[in-house]
């Protein structure tokens, strides 16, 4: 008799402390999660100066919530070469880390996102813009 009502207070402490975790889940870390990636919903990219960016190696990041990227640009005679992505937490976004060729192809950030993967395309291209504009500074 005594086992199962300590059994039940333990069952009960343990539905309060689950119901807890999703009430906190639900009103505070989603609509931060969601804040994160509504700035992408408007996000603008410029007009990379590859003639003023030195050959060299050029690291970037971006974060949006829970999307975030790391970048190395590799450039030589003022074009872009290569585009390492060295992190990118993205959920479902993995495809996006091919948009990188288009960058290297078209010489620009304002390329096409991937289909499907368009926040997590939006953060790699940001990612490649802050390493070359930060290039400058």
Do not use: C, W
């Amino acid at each position: 008799m005594r086992k199962s009502k300590l059994l039940i207070r333990i069952l009960a402490v343990i539905a309060v402390i689950v119901a807890v975790a999703i009430v906190v889940f639900v009103t505070v870390i989603i609509p931060k999660l969601e804040e994160g990636l509504k700035v992408l919903d408007t996000i603008e990219f410029g007009s990379l100066d590859l003639a003023s960016i030195n050959d060299g190696n050029y690291e970037g990041s971006y974060s949006a919530g829970i999307v975030k990227a790391t970048v190395r640009v590799k450039v030589e005679n003022h074009t872009i070469t290569d585009i390492d992505i060295l992190k990118h937490d993205n959920g479902k976004g993995k495809a996006a880390e091919a948009i990188t060729s288009d960058v290297i192809k078209n010489q620009s950030v304002q390329v096409d996102v991937v289909t499907g993967a368009t926040y997590s395309s939006k953060v790699i291209l940001k990612a490649i813009e802050n390493a070359l504009t930060s290039s400058r500074q």
